[in-house]
């Protein structure tokens, strides 16, 4: 190719470009922050999206019994309040609502009192089925349970307690956040 030739000043064109556009590029990427934790287990790997004002926590999971806790933002790492706890359970079955109203006879046999309620849960892509277990003036504790389907070997049970009184619109938005958020990626 000579010097003059059409095909090598467009090559010089298509470099020049390509460095521009790496400079444009690399520093917008540098600046999106990754907004999934991503949790790993023996035989499980999932993502979750911290809701926001809320600080995901592995390390004081275990003594909460779950894999992941998503923290209030400015409370203590070790407070009750404030606290989505989620964790994942081997499945026997694809009964999920038997699951949850097992949980609820325990309930009911701890707390002849309680009361339950329905809630709305949604995840784009697993089943849901959620609800409150309360006793007025004494606990609301917020149970959901995510079902990533027949192929998938687990189950995630999502729960929030808030003590004497209902959740806030602010927790309960957290709440909802994180089932949406969650995904199995493993196995």
């Known amino acids: 190719m000579n010097p003059g030739d059409p095909r090598r000043l467009v090559g010089k064109r298509f470099w020049g470009y390509l460095v521009a556009l790496c400079f444009v590029v690399q520093p917008s990427l540098a600046q999106q922050k990754l907004n999934r934790l991503i949790v790993y287990g023996e035989n499980f790997i999932f993502s979750v999206k911290e809701p926001t004002g809320w600080n995901g926590d592995t390390t004081n999971a275990e003594k909460f019994q779950c894999n992941l806790v998503l923290h209030e933002s400015g409370r203590a790492p070790d407070s009750t309040e404030g606290l989505i706890r989620i964790r994942v359970n081997d499945k026997v079955d694809e009964n999920t609502r038997a699951d949850l109203e097992a949980d609820m006879d325990d309930y009911k046999a701890k707390y002849p009192t309680v009361h339950f309620r329905d809630i709305p849960a949604k995840n784009p892509n697993y089943r849901c089925l959620a609800s409150v277990f309360y006793i007025p003036g004494k606990f609301y504790e917020y149970v959901a349970y995510v079902n990533p389907g027949p192929q998938k070997p687990l189950l995630f049970s999502v729960s929030m307690n808030t003590y004497k009184s ?13 089932i949406q958020s969650l995904t199995l990626l493993k196995p």
């Open 166 to 178: 209902q959740a806030s619109a602010k927790q309960l938005e957290a709440f909802q956040s994180a």
